[in-house]
């Protein structure tokens, strides 16, 4: 067996944890030189390995002009409400807003807070 075939190098990604969208973040390696592992880090490459530890560029644009970012899920095809499953709804709430001055103390520590779609339709962050 040839020494390349226990080494292996990949790219990996990582999402926005407010907008989700998926940036090249880190190189993977081998670091126990067998072919198991070198195959598991080549199937890593291009693969969204979790989430940023901040927003991205753009959403920390938003964030840092006064807005609290509202992520719309759909709690019905939630398994896990540590990640729930995103509809792509993505709204920002000024923080002179009601909405935001009513949220209770513990969102308000974050920057943004998940919502099933249809609370955010029936309070009208969204329309459908």
């Known amino acids: 067996m040839a020494q390349q075939d226990n080494f292996a190098v990949s790219l990996v990604k990582r999402a926005c944890p407010i ?59 939630t398994d896990d409400f540590k990640n729930p499953y995103r509809t792509g709804h993505l709204v920002g709430i000024k923080k002179e807003s009601e909405f935001y001055k ?3 103390e513990e969102y308000k520590k974050r920057d943004a807070c998940f919502m099933d779609v249809n609370d955010m339709k029936q309070v009208g962050l969204i329309q459908e």
């Open 102 to 104: 009513n949220l209770p």
């Open 19 to 77: 907008c989700g969208k998926l940036f090249d973040a880190e190189i993977v390696m081998t670091k126990v030189l067998t072919k198991k592992n070198a195959e598991n880090v080549r199937n890593m490459h291009g693969q969204c390995v979790g989430y940023m530890e901040k927003p991205c560029e753009d959403c920390q644009k938003i964030i840092d002009q006064g807005a609290f970012m509202v992520i719309g899920i759909d709690a019905s095809k």
